[in-house]
């Protein structure tokens, strides 16, 4: 089986065949900077999804403003179900926590 070379710009690194520009490693960095924010990603990766208060209960946060400041920085990763208002990964965010 052969491989294709990509050309890719100088912006981009790659890890592990996957392919990112360096804006994106710089916001990963500043996500998983924070313990909060890497637990409630494992949270997510372990569940298919979870409402805020679950969230709240089992991040052990007590103020929502805080919780709601860690969510915003992890929309990238993150998407929430209209319907249900429960939490879960999106492809990047799964893509992100496979590779961590």
Do not use: A
């Not at 360096?22 to 990766?45: F, P, Q, W």
């Not at 969510?71 to 990763?77: H, V």
Request: charged share 30%; glycine share 6%.
């Amino acid at each position: 089986m052969s491989r294709k070379l990509l050309s890719v710009p100088s912006s981009w690194y790659c890890i592990e065949e996957h392919y990112f520009i360096s804006e994106d490693l710089s916001r990963l960095h500043k996500i998983l900077k924070d313990d909060t924010r890497v637990k409630t990603l494992e949270l997510l990766n372990n569940r298919d999804s979870l409402s805020y208060s679950e969230q709240l209960s089992q991040s052990g946060i007590t103020n929502t403003g805080r919780m709601n400041y860690h969510l915003k920085i992890l929309g990238d990763l993150i998407t929430k179900d209209e319907e249900t208002g429960n939490y879960s990964l999106n492809e990047k965010g799964k893509l992100d926590t496979d590779n961590g």
